[in-house]
């Protein structure tokens, strides 16, 4: 099975620059797409970007423009590369794929002054 680890959460200021990674390991060809997701406090889980196999991309209205997934075709790390950080973008991001992988621990991203 496909196992997937978050990391690059951060605190940082707000109109600021962070990438998170998400490493793949096990039978990575079997990945067909792969999504960022967050959840701030109080909220439910959102999908906000997602890359497919193809290289296809797709992005939730509230990041569309500011963040952009991508993936190292070599070792098949999918990055999320967010730009112009908001307040509002506080929440610990998880990464998922499929075929569906478990939720991880998630890494946290604090946007603040």
């Known amino acids: 099975q496909v196992r997937l680890v978050e990391s690059g959460g951060a605190l940082v200021q707000p109109g600021g620059s962070l990438r998170l990674s998400c490493a793949a390991f096990?039978?990575?060809?079997?990945?067909?797409?792969t999504g960022w997701y967050r959840q701030a406090p109080g909220e439910q889980r959102e999908l906000i970007a997602a890359i497919t196999s193809s290289g296809g991309e797709t992005y939730a209205d509230s990041v569309k423009g500011r963040f952009t997934i991508s993936r190292n075709s070599a070792n098949y790390t999918v990055y999320l590369q967010m730009n112009n950080l908001r307040h509002e973008d506080t929440a610990v991001y998880f990464c998922?794929?499929?075929?569906?992988?478990?939720w991880g621990p998630g890494t946290q991203v604090t946007v603040s002054s």
């Open positions: 998922r794929a499929a075929p569906p992988t478990p």
């Open positions: 096990g039978d990575v060809l079997s990945i067909k797409q």
